[in-house]
């Protein structure tokens, strides 16, 4: 979708953002600290894996994004909604796009909603986009 709304002419810039929500934060998950499900090393691991996944998130999405506007790959870590809404302020952000998985509202209500906390936040609009189902007829 993003691609197909670029006007390389209109653009100065492309600021593609991947966050890393920590694992604690993570619903449903229990930290019993050091020493208790993850030592420190794994905990480490966990991270860094996490953290490689998004670069190659941000790389696979650049290469498909195929934009002639200069371009940046961002990785943070955080609340997801909140580095969204911060780094959007910091970078003069003129458009959000960004995916929903439509979960459904119990989902939202249990865990809360990204995109729904960035669309009431955030200091520019934002589009949020719904993957289409293709069905075989």
Same mark, same amino acid.
């Given at each position: 979708m993003a691609r197909d709304?670029?006007?390389p002419a209109a653009? @100065?810039?492309?600021t593609i953002l991947a966050v890393v929500a920590p694992i604690n934060t993570?619903?449903? +998950?229990? +930290?019993?600290? +050091?020493g208790g499900l993850l030592s420190q090393d794994a905990w480490d691991d966990?991270?860094?894996?996490?953290e490689k996944t998004a670069k190659d998130a941000l790389q696979r999405t650049m290469e498909e994004l /195929?934009?002639?506007a200069p371009a940046e @790959?961002?990785?943070r870590r955080g609340s997801p909604a909140d580095e969204i809404?911060?780094?959007a302020g910091e970078h003069g952000v003129g458009l959000i796009v960004m995916g929903s998985r439509g979960w459904g509202e119990m989902h939202a209500?249990?865990? /809360? @909603?990204? @995109?729904e906390r960035v669309l009431h936040t955030a200091p520019c609009p934002v589009l949020i986009v719904r993957a289409t189902v293709t069905r075989a007829t």
């Open positions: 709304l670029l006007n653009l @100065s810039r492309v993570m619903p449903f +998950y229990t +930290y019993a600290g +050091y966990v991270t860094a894996e996490a /195929g934009t002639t @790959s961002v990785v809404v911060q780094c209500v249990l865990l /809360g @909603s990204v @995109s």
